[in-house]
């Protein structure tokens, strides 16, 4: 196996990385305390061609591959976990089921400002009811005159705020017990469409995540993404993709949380030495550097084996899992070595640990990817 990146790789991560670095890390603490969404950085990152970065150029894309998405994705994490998110579900959950499923009209008309920057992705597919068990979704799409009319609300949905349109799943049908769920994109600006962003989070306080109720929203029936009663199946090999982007995540703020940590322990001094020639120190530097390794390689197989058009179901869930894990494992240490200082904002690792949490839970829970790998497995 080549571990070498491409030429345009190492292009796209050596631009994403000054950018993080420049644009993005100087400004992160404030935005989370203030709760403030970075909308000038996806200005700029709209400017530098980046937010449609796998989709086809003839959509307004980059025309670049998975690999690139998870660099860019990690980058940004390092940088910022709430830009990192915000990213990722604009890419894996925005633009994706558009690109994927979407027809030449409908890519044209909603894949184009997704890719060139004018409207953030967002997909509404978890309901109060309906979270690991999607297939509860209640939201319903009923046919009249050749319109859809929906009904429902979802929740914890990233980006809706600042999304022109989104995808979302909704009962178009259905026989006994046995639903029929269908995906439709919807105009945030649709009568009866309502966005509400009044949630108080753990972390990730400069992402958007809301609350979006539908009260007799209508919808030109042309508006069904893919074919009608396959919406559920279209968002699993959604979310397979997203699990790459949440993979991702992960790595970049634990990378973020190690960096800190080496640094201070170099610099902080106890019993007349620095801490980082204490063993126990040593150790968990140790720990950290290898899992952070070993998480980007299963991110990078993941994003590898969907670019060859190979099944990655099994890969993504073990890389979204172990990284997730891992990132949290890697931000409590990070915090432990700081000691008392870990606690405090001014030295950032607080936020991390912060952040880290919702990967655990966003994008199929870690018990959902146990189940996904066991099915996988033959369990």
Not at 51 to 73: H, K, N, R
Not at 152 to 179: E, F, M, P, W
Not at 198 to 223: C, F, I, Q, R, W
Not at 315 to 340: N, T, W
Request: glycine share 10%; net charge negative; with cysteine.
């Amino acid at each position: 196996m080549n571990f070498t990146l491409t030429e345009e790789q190492t292009m796209i991560q050596k631009m994403i990385r000054e950018f993080a670095e420049e644009e993005v890390a100087p400004g992160a603490e404030q935005r989370d305390k203030e709760k403030r969404f970075p909308k000038e950085i996806f200005e700029k990152l709209s400017k530098l061609g980046m937010m449609g970065l796998p989709f086809p150029e003839e959509y307004g894309g980059a025309g670049a591959d998975t690999m690139s998405f998870a660099i860019a994705v990690e980058e940004l994490s390092r940088a910022c976990g709430s830009t990192g998110i915000t990213y990722s579900a604009h890419v894996s959950l925005g633009g994706a089921p558009i690109n994927l499923f979407g027809t030449k009209e409908q890519k044209e008309k909603y894949l184009v400002p997704i890719c060139t920057g004018e409207s953030m992705g967002a997909f509404g597919l978890t309901e109060p009811g309906a979270g690991s068990d999607a297939g509860g979704t209640e939201t319903t799409a009923a046919e009249r005159d050749g319109e859809w009319l929906i009904n429902g609300s979802k929740c914890y949905i990233t980006n809706a705020s600042y999304a022109k349109h989104l995808a979302l799943t909704a009962v178009t049908g259905r026989s006994g017990q046995d639903k029929e769920i269908s995906a439709i994109i919807v105009p945030t600006d649709a009568s009866g469409f309502k966005v509400i962003d009044n949630y108080e989070k753990m972390g990730l306080h400069s992402s958007n995540t809301t609350e979006l109720v539908l009260e007799d929203v209508a919808v030109p029936y042309e508006n069904l993404l893919g074919k009608k009663g396959e919406g559920f199946k279209q968002f699993l090999v959604t979310l397979d993709g997203g699990r790459i982007g949440i993979g991702a995540m992960a790595v970049g703020i634990a990378q973020a949380a190690y960096e800190k940590a080496l640094s201070y322990a170099h610099e902080r001094k106890q019993f007349g030495r620095s801490i980082s020639k204490f063993q126990a120190i040593q150790f968990k530097l140790a720990d950290m550097a290898m899992k952070i390794e070993l998480a980007r390689l299963m991110v990078y197989k993941a994003a590898w084996l969907k670019d060859q058009g190979k099944k990655f179901s099994k890969e993504a869930s073990m890389a979204k899992l172990y990284a997730s894990e891992a990132c949290m494992q890697i931000c409590s240490e990070s915090v432990q070595i700081h000691g008392g200082n870990g606690y405090m904002r001014d030295y950032h690792v607080e936020r991390y640990f912060r952040d880290a949490k919702l990967l655990e839970i966003g994008e199929g829970t870690s018990e959902v990817q146990r189940i996904v790998i066991a099915r996988e497995i033959g369990c």
